[in-house]
T-cell receptor, first 113, second 115 residues
Framework: DAGITQSPRHKVTETGTPVTLRCHQT?????MYWYRQDPGHGLRLIHY???????DKGEVSDGYSVSRSKTEDFLLTLESATSSQTSVYFC????????????FGPGTRLTVL | AQSVAQPEDQVNVAEGNPLTVKCTYS??????LFWYVQYPNRGLQFLLK??????LVKGSYGFEAEFNKSQTSFHLKKPSALVSDSALYFC?????????????FGAGTRLFVKA
């Protein structure tokens, strides 16, 4: 999986609790992305980063925040988890140029009860 | 706005037969098209991409895709399916008018190859 790890791989939490997902890369890519995967929707972009401390919103950013203090780490935080945020979350790297390929991590399955 | 459609939720094919997974797209500028495959409990893996040039693109694991501008399609094909090709396939598009950050993925097509 192209030197990308995600932690945790599985998490069950309760509504209203904060949750942080971590993406770690060893490829020194400048660009990193967080997606969520839901049946019937494919992958949808939550947030992306184009450098340390440089982040921007994607198409489904409400309820999520991100931080990137080091090139290799990109954190996704759900400040107060809701059941609608139950999903599989994927981190990706690369793809900063329009022709560039993205490489995906193994995913985190999050269940919000 | 850019969009991509995978009209089939599922495709069933017998091992050894040719397979096609369909994808159509809509962009306002020039399209850049990608196919990814997802095996169970894994992330997406890149198969191939169309940037410009030859309309027939060859990729990993014997897959190829044909870009058809007039039909706005980018169908994934393989001459002889293997049971191990069974997976979830995603088509994705970028639009030259919106830049590299915005990749739109289709909903996915599940391919079943029966022995």
């Amino acid at each position: 999986d192209a030197g990308i790890t995600q932690s945790p791989r599985h998490k069950v939490t309760e509504t209203g609790t904060p949750v942080t997902l971590r993406c770690h890369q060893t490829e020194n890519h400048r660009y990193m992305y967080w997606y969520r995967q839901d049946p019937g929707h494919g992958l949808r972009l939550i947030h992306y980063s184009y450098g340390v401390k440089d982040t921007d919103k994607g198409e489904v950013s409400d309820g999520y925040s991100v931080s990137r203090s080091k090139t290799e780490d990109f954190l996704l935080t759900l400040e107060s988890a809701t059941s609608s945020q139950t999903s599989v979350y994927f981190c990706a790297i690369g793809g900063g140029g329009i022709t560039d390929t993205q490489y995906f991590g193994p995913g985190t399955r999050l269940t919000v009860l | 706005a850019q969009s991509v459609a995978q009209p089939e939720d599922q495709v069933n094919v017998a091992e050894g037969n040719p397979l096609t997974v369909k994808c159509t797209y809509s962009v306002s500028g020039n399209p850049y098209l990608f196919w990814y495959v997802q095996y169970p409990n894994r992330g997406l893996q890149f198969l191939l991409k169309y940037i410009t040039g030859d309309n027939l693109v060859k990729g990993s694991y014997g897959f190829e895709a044909e870009f058809n501008k007039s039909q706005t399609s980018f169908h994934l094909k393989k001459p002889s399916a293997l049971v191990s090709d069974s997976a979830l396939y995603f088509c994705a598009v970028r639009d030259s008018n919106t830049g590299g950050f915005k990749t739109i993925f289709g909903a996915g097509t599940r391919l079943f190859v029966k022995a």
